[in-house]
């Protein structure tokens, strides 16, 4: 069963940096194709989607953060990690790694699942 | 950007009695290239992370219990809970994956009377 933990920053200083990284374990990300994703959760609000890398290297991002966002891998560590630049107060939330299996074939039909795992999440504050 | 609409925003059930939450898309989920529509929903309970019920539309995810079911096509779809328990409580939220970037509905906080 795979299983995700992100690290642990807690403050960042406006205009700075943050760099958080996920632990991926019980599974292998090179053999599992999976899709690795993070999203963030702004405080009392809803959830919003930050991007994802597959393939080890191919990456989406949400337009809105596409200039500060970079997702990056680390197979031989079992990681995959998340840095943001130029952070403001508007970018405090809990941040949260999370998993998206590979599209499977069952009973002749194509099965494109959901986001099935998710880590524990961290959260962020900018101040 | 696709926008989603949950209905209604919160919900207050008896234990065993049935609950629908109701989302609608901005544009058609469909995806012909698979053939899929891709809407999922998740439920976040208090203080835990979100958790994955229903994948495109109507297909339960691994361990979910079968009094969750999903519907709809195209713009419209539904979340349906035959018969709620104290552990339903949380925020349902649903999701579009068919195009970047990937959104969410505000979501629908669901509470036992």
């Known amino acids: 069963q795979v299983r995700l933990k992100e690290s642990k920053t807690g403050l960042v200083r406006p205009s700075q940096t943050l760099s958080l990284t996920c632990t991926v374990s019980g599974g292998s990300m090179t053999s599992s194709r999976s899709y690795w994703i993070w999203f963030r959760q702004l405080p009392g609000k809803g959830l919003e989607w930050i991007g994802y890398?597959?393939?080890?290297?191919?990456?989406y991002y949400n337009p809105s953060l596409k200039s500060r966002v970079t997702i990056s891998s680390d197979t031989s560590q079992n990681q995959f990690s998340l840095e943001m630049k130029a952070m403001t107060a508007a970018d405090t939330a809990v941040y949260y790694c999370?998993?998206?299996?590979?599209?499977?074939?069952?009973?002749?039909?194509?099965?494109?699942?959901?986001?099935?795992?998710w880590g524990q999440g961290t959260t962020v504050t900018v101040s | 950007e696709i926008v989603l609409t949950q209905t209604p925003l919160s919900l207050s059930v008896r234990p065993g009695e049935a609950a629908s939450i109701s989302c609608r898309s901005s544009?058609?989920?469909?995806?012909?290239?698979?053939?899929?529509?891709?809407l999922d929903w998740y439920l976040q309970r208090p203080g835990q992370s979100p958790q994955l019920l229903i994948y495109t539309v109507s297909y339960r995810a691994s361990g979910v219990p079968d009094r969750f079911s999903g519907e709809g096509s195209g713009t419209d779809f539904s979340l349906k809970i035959s018969r709620v328990e104290a552990e339903d409580v949380g925020i349902y939220y649903c999701m579009q994956r068919m195009n970047f970037p990937w959104t969410f509905g505000p979501g629908t906080r669901v509470d036992i009377k």
């Open positions: 890398i597959y393939d080890m290297g191919i990456t």
């Open positions: 544009q058609s989920l469909f995806g012909s290239d698979e053939g899929n529509t891709y």
């Open positions: 999370a998993r998206k299996p590979p599209i499977s074939l069952v009973r002749g039909s194509i099965r494109n699942h959901g986001v099935d795992v």
